[in-house]
């Protein structure tokens, strides 16, 4: 059957205007991610992103001027959290109340140069970030932690790129993120440097709640969770 | 006092190992006064084991103890054991996170 011409023309502008446009053509200036370009780098179907949007209402991202959705990079992080979880079996429910991480009390980044000042400057930037808080132990630890992470950056990660250091303290708990260039890390090389010299994973490992690689071939990046109460 | 808070950390690297029986080597970071002094020391578990049986005693990196606060009462190729001194031995036994 064919249609009339006028109604035929109606319904093709509708679907255009149904149709996603290419996000290529218009990169967003904020980082927000279209969820085709979510779910490409999750590695999951954009179908599942919609799916658990509407079930568990934990990462609802905002829509832009065409109704599609947009991610900001702390929805992709906690999506990424989430799919963690799972991956490691947990009901989708359960990974969903796991990967929300309150607001931070307060953050500090900070660029440092790599050079044998570095992990002095990681610990100074733990010190600013913890100001007066009354828990010396928690302090240490935050303090060595942050030291090994940016001293194995040093060491082992491009001399020509800043070592990029974030902390974000909670009311019971403190993260860190160091993030190095350079090329990809694989299990060979952590376990060649473990030989080498660069051993403060090991230290990362017995004081941290939880931690990750996160490698490419641009660079490094690892994100540490330390709490007050796994430290006591 | 940041050797107690090393002897700490320590304490935990143990415990990541601690199923592989008596001779088996692992690594500590160095407990001397510094805090960026994160040197390591590799040291098997039963030798670990005898210094944690004494609450005034610690493993530093050779050269790292300090005449001040304690006297070195054992070394080897890779360390040397310190007794603290004084209040410094005080204060490592109030801080002995095997004690009770």
Redesign the interface.
Known sequence: MRLPSSRRSRILATARNRQPQRTDADPDPAGLLEIGAVARELGIAPSTLRTWERRYRVVVPQRGRRGQRLYDPEQVATLRRVLAQVRRGARASAAHELAVIPSPLDTASVRIQPSMQA??KA?QTVDGLLGELDD??FA??L??VA??LV?NAFLHGSSRHPIRMEAKLFHDAAELRVQNGGGRLTLRMLRRRRRD?G??L??V???ADAWSIDTGPLGTTITVRLSMAHSA | M?ES?FR??NE??E??VADRGPDAPF?I?CECAR??C?L?IPILIAEYEAVRSEATKFVVVRGHADPAVERVVDSNDGYEIVEKLGEAALVAEVENPRDG
Do not use: C, H, W
Request: proline letters at 6%; hydrophobic letters at 30%.
């Open positions: 992990p002095l610990r010396p132990r240490f630890y303090r060595l030291s090994e001293k010299g051993r403060g090991d230290i490992d017995a004081l | 940041n808070l700490l950390v935990r690297l415990k990541r690594e970071v805090e960026d994160t390591r």
